[in-house]
């Protein structure tokens, strides 16, 4: 990243070390990260230890320090992410036809919502004790609806 970006702003030997930390309490199942303590806890369940196409493993291969064990031991490479939002759950009403609706409640011409941002709220589609991450079956009716509104609107 500092070589594409021109700058220093990510510290190689601190990343490094943090890796090895990652990579250390993954090895032995111990530590304090959460997303390595939740991963462990959720591969208890006999279920996703049977579903799961891969195990966790380390980042960093051990015999040849800093190079990445993916493939044939490339090396790691970084993405800079830009959260924008985070479970909404809502934001914007809608009718059954996807239609944003305004104040007075009247369609806006021309602009249709889905999903998550339409306020469906998951809707019951998966039942009503439906866990967080099963909102998916609902985003893909309310956007299929929507389109099709949105198609029958343009002819």
């Known amino acids: 990243m500092n070589k594409l970006t021109g700058t220093d702003h990510i510290d190689a030997d601190r990343l490094r070390q943090l890796i090895e930390l990652r990579d250390q309490q993954v090895v032995s199942g111990l530590g304090k990260d959460p997303q390595v303590t939740a991963t462990a806890a959720a591969r208890r369940y006999l279920g996703d230890?049977?579903?799961?196409?891969?195990?966790?493993?380390?980042?960093?291969?051990?015999?040849?320090?800093?190079?990445?064990?993916?493939?044939?031991?490339?090396?790691?490479?970084?993405?800079?992410?830009?959260?924008?939002?985070?479970?909404?759950?809502?934001?914007?009403?809608?009718?059954?036809?996807?239609?944003?609706?305004?104040?007075?409640?009247?369609?806006?011409?021309?602009?249709?919502?889905?999903?998550?941002?339409?306020?469906?709220?998951?809707?019951?589609?998966?039942?009503?004790?439906?866990?967080?991450?099963?909102?998916?079956?609902?985003c893909l009716f309310s956007g299929r609806v929507a389109g099709q509104a949105a198609a029958a609107a343009v002819g």
């Open 49 to 138: 230890r049977l579903s799961r196409v891969a195990t966790p493993h380390p980042y960093l291969d051990p015999r040849r320090p800093g190079a990445g064990i993916a493939g044939t031991g490339g090396p790691l490479v970084a993405v800079r992410l830009h959260v924008l939002t985070r479970k909404t759950l809502g934001g914007l009403e809608t009718d059954l036809d996807g239609r944003v609706l305004t104040a007075d409640g009247s369609p806006l011409p021309g602009v249709y919502a889905a999903g998550e941002v339409s306020g469906f709220g998951g809707g019951g589609v998966h039942g009503y004790r439906s866990l967080e991450g099963t909102f998916l079956g609902g």
